[in-house]
Nanobody, 122 residues
Framework: QVQLVESGGAAVQAGASLRLSCVAS???LNWYTKAWFRQAPGKER?????????????DIADSVKGRFTMSRDDAKETVYLQMNNLKPDDTAIYYC???????????????WGQGTQVTVSS
């Protein structure tokens, strides 16, 4: 059984930084694309960042480009989302996902974590 477990969410003030982590277990997911999505109250889940299985390709949503970066450490079966200069609009539940196809669409990912809450106050 595959499990993705996110951590690192917190309540912070605007301008702060956070690093989210997502640990995979139950199956070797190192060969899969990993991604971060987020969902704010009353809004649809949206793409934040993705990284290919070998780390050669990454994509970042325009709304967070220049502030967020994604990385992976396959030895630890962990992916990270470094978030700098956080803004109130970044407030959401952040989800880690894994799948066989590289992309920015929710249906393209097979496995999902339970999410971690990030709250940014002004």
């Amino acid at each position: 059984q595959v499990q993705l477990v996110e951590s690192g969410g917190a309540a912070v003030q605007a301008g702060a930084s956070l690093r989210l982590s997502c640990v995979a277990s139950g199956r070797a997911l190192n060969w899969y694309t990993k991604a971060w999505f987020r969902q704010a109250p009353g809004k649809e889940r949206e793409f934040v960042a993705a990284i290919s299985w070998n780390g050669a390709r990454t994509d970042i949503a325009d709304s967070v480009k220049g502030r967020f970066t994604m990385s992976r450490d396959d030895a630890k079966e962990t992916v990270y989302l470094q978030m700098n200069n956080l803004k109130p609009d970044d407030t959401a539940i952040y989800y880690c996902a894994a799948g066989g196809n590289y992309g920015t669409d929710v249906p393209g990912y097979t496995w999902w974590g339970q999410g971690t809450q990030v709250t940014v106050s002004s």
